[in-house]
């Protein structure tokens, strides 16, 4: 190779190369330059096939507000709204969420752990975990096992019961149909939303971008993201609601796909005979199909009209109160791939604040699906519902274990631990309310377990 191809060759990759990167500015500049642009094409153009997330929750009391609302109720109501708040603040909620979902390869997989906790210790927890073939639900705190259902065990319930048997039925031919990526009625849908990106951008009017933030993942990593921040009251949420199913109502493409999809999917349960395992005569899914040919506009505007008014009913319910019944303080953090990793707001509802964030770990390949459950630590309830006897001797040892693990519970101990502490700041009389209430569950604790127990019969 002579001299000058090599020398072509050169200015040919760095003309490939400094295009590639200044589409790229660009592009990031025509993006991020409008703060809405910004997230709708961070929340449409990631499309995620599965994500973990850390959901954390916190309370707190705008004490001024509070002090007000209980002059009725309080000698000291400035007192008695530091008291209040100094026991709020330790309250939260923790949770784990996995989501794994894919139609190409009909998998699901959803995992929610939450937990009430004071001071970082659990009060109690639950979760529940859903793939697609089983259903498992658990709480530590009141059972050592989980307790599942099985896809068999369902279809068999079901068989005994009715006797159609649904493990015939091959469920994969609708899920493909539900499958729109490739629906010329989808793809038209798509492509005419102007309608609601107006309805979206005159809601967000107020979006901004702030300052660079730092992102704290799972496994300690810090990431560095831009932060979108807006407040939004409750009226202007409901407006921007029911401003979007008015979109919807009259939008013929979207009516024409829901009409579609409807049709096909009872067309098919006839064309593969499924409607004779289902137990479903032939004709009625005729007339169904008829119907929905020529009724479904009039059924369609029904529905969102009963949507519309649910929402309106809401905006004069909270018009008629008089206040601002509450303000959404809302930011997203968004990395420089254009991924959501946090989303937090803090919600003011008449002097109660409630402040949440949600941490997106992790995207795709990079999340981990544990097993639900495992046979041996597990409960199926069809055997729960089948055998009595099981069912009262699990029902027990839940609410045994369930009281114990509560009452003797660091996280309650050291909640009326404080209640003791705290109420020194109180008129003395409503001082003695509170002590009198800390002390009795402290002298009587056992007590307190045997009592529930004998009203419930046990």
Request: net charge negative; proline share 2%; aromatic share 8%.
């Amino acid at each position: 190779m002579n001299k000058k191809s090599i020398i072509a060759i050169v200015v040919i990759l760095c003309v490939v190369i400094i295009g590639a990167i200044g589409f790229t500015v660009v592009k990031d500049i025509m993006i991020k330059g409008n703060p809405v642009n910004y997230l709708l094409y961070s929340a449409t153009q990631s499309k995620h096939e599965a994500y973990e997330a850390k959901l954390k929750a916190s309370f707190d009391v705008d004490k001024e507000t509070l002090a007000g609302s209980l002059s009725y109720f309080s000698a000291d109501p400035d007192a008695m709204a530091n008291f209040i708040t100094s026991i709020v603040d330790q309250l939260s909620i923790n949770g784990d969420i996995i989501v794994k979902a894919s139609m190409e390869q009909k998998n699901l997989y959803v995992s929610e752990a939450l937990s009430i906790d004071y001071k970082d210790k659990p009060l109690v927890d639950f979760g529940i975990g859903l793939t697609q073939e089983q259903l498992s639900l658990e709480s530590k705190t009141f059972y050592d096992k989980s307790f599942t259902l099985s896809k068999e065990e369902l279809f068999q319930q079901i068989k005994d019961e009715s006797g159609v048997d649904l493990s015939e039925l091959d469920f994969n031919k609708y899920i493909d149909l539900l499958n729109m990526e490739k629906d010329p009625l989808y793809k038209t849908l798509v492509k005419n939303y102007k309608g609601y990106e107006t309805i979206l951008r005159d809601t967000l009017v107020n979006l901004k971008k702030g300052d660079k933030v730092s992102v704290e993942l799972s496994n300690g990593k810090e990431i560095k993201c831009d932060e979108l921040q807006v407040s939004l009251t409750m009226d202007e949420m409901l407006k921007a609601y029911i401003g979007l199913i008015n979109e919807a109502k009259t939008d013929e493409h979207l009516k024409a796909l829901a009409k579609s999809k409807l049709i096909e999917i009872l067309s098919l349960v006839i064309s593969s005979e499924d409607y004779k395992i289902l137990q479903i005569e032939k004709t009625d899914l005729e007339s169904a199909i008829k119907e929905i040919d020529t009724n479904f506009e009039s059924e369609w505007n029904k529905a969102m009209d009963q949507m519309i008014t649910t929402y309106q009913e809401m905006q004069s319910q909270f018009g008629q109160a008089g206040v601002d019944i509450a303000t959404y303080n809302i930011a997203i953090a968004i990395d420089n791939k254009y991924n959501i990793r946090r989303i937090s707001y803090n919600m003011n509802m008449m002097g109660f604040v409630m402040k949440q964030e949600m941490v997106y770990s992790a995207y795709d390949k990079d999340v981990e699906t544990p097993a639900l459950s495992m046979p041996e630590k597990s409960v199926s309830l069809v055997d729960l519902m089948k055998d009595e006897t099981m069912a009262s001797d699990v029902g027990y040892d839940m609410l045994d274990q369930g009281l114990t693990n509560i009452i003797k519970g660091e996280a309650l101990n050291q909640l009326m631990s404080d209640l003791k502490t705290n109420s020194e700041i109180l008129p003395a009389n409503e001082k003695e309310g509170i002590l009198s209430l800390a002390e009795y569950f402290f002298e009587n604790k056992e007590m307190l377990k045997e009592m529930i127990l004998s009203n419930f019969g046990l």
